[in-house]
């Protein structure tokens, strides 16, 4: 199993451009989740998905958007970039029955806001 | 909003010696979790204790767990440079499955 995968690995934006972060887990995971890490912040939780087509928000959803059409993939969506989002992206899954024991994280997406 | 917070923020020890971290939180939890993280790379999970328990181990890891005053201790024996990261507690408040991660603390293990 490859994990959980996040593409791509770094990104630079300019200021209201928008892009899609990628996440995928081949672990048959139904739960799915989005944090950002800033330094001194520990992770923030942004969306998260407990199953294929059922999203909710976290701590600091504003400016994201994100879809759940299959178990494998969560993409994030960042319609229109600001410098405030300049951050480290990391997608994580758990297992089913275990979504409270334990999370899968993928190795993160570094963003770079304009 | 953190729920947990981590302490020391920074630690530094020669191999050998062994590292002690702790973390608080505010609000009772279903179980707390600890995480290391590489420089550069994703959290991984490294031990899990509930909130009906009080140590639980793991390898050269030893968790504990004090409700009653809501704090949690990761002792690594024996540590190596191997164990430089940066550690952080994460805990599960009631029915909800979101985990809330603390700042996190930086582990420098001189060799």
């Known amino acids: 199993n490859a994990g959980v995968t996040q593409t791509p690995k770094f990104q630079v934006l300019k200021t209201g451009q928008s892009m899609t972060l990628q996440c995928a887990q081949d672990?048959?995971?139904?739960?799915m989740s989005w944090y950002r890490q800033d330094p001194g912040m520990g992770l923030r939780l942004i969306h998260y998905?407990?199953?294929?087509?059922?999203?909710d928000q976290g701590e600091v959803p504003n400016g994201y958007n994100v879809s759940r059409s299959t178990t494998e993939d969560f993409p994030l969506r960042l319609l229109s970039a600001a410098p405030s989002q300049t951050s480290v992206y990391f997608c994580?899954?758990?297992?089913?029955?275990?979504?409270?024991?334990?999370?899968?994280f993928g190795p993160g997406t570094r963003l770079l806001v304009l | 909003s953190q729920q947990g917070e981590e302490d020391p923020q920074a630690l530094s020890i020669q191999e050998g010696e062994n590292a002690t971290m702790n973390c608080s939180y505010k609000?009772?939890?279903?179980?707390l979790q600890w995480y290391r993280q590489n420089s550069g790379r994703g959290l991984v999970h490294l031990i899990l204790?509930?909130?009906?328990?009080r140590e639980k181990h793991s390898g050269r890891l030893r968790v504990t767990l004090d409700t009653s005053k809501k704090s949690s201790s990761l002792l690594i024996t024996a540590s190596r440079a191997a164990d430089t990261a940066s550690y952080f507690c994460?805990?599960?408040?009631?029915?909800?499955?979101?985990?809330?991660f603390g700042k996190g603390i930086t582990l420098s293990v001189r060799p």
């Open positions: 994460a805990t599960i408040t009631g029915a909800n499955s979101k985990l809330t």
């Open positions: 672990m048959n995971h139904e739960y």
């Open positions: 994580a899954s758990s297992p089913p029955g275990r979504t409270q024991e334990t999370q899968y």
């Open positions: 204790i509930r909130s009906n328990e």
């Open positions: 998905s407990v199953g294929a087509g059922i999203t």
């Open positions: 609000t009772s939890i279903n179980n």
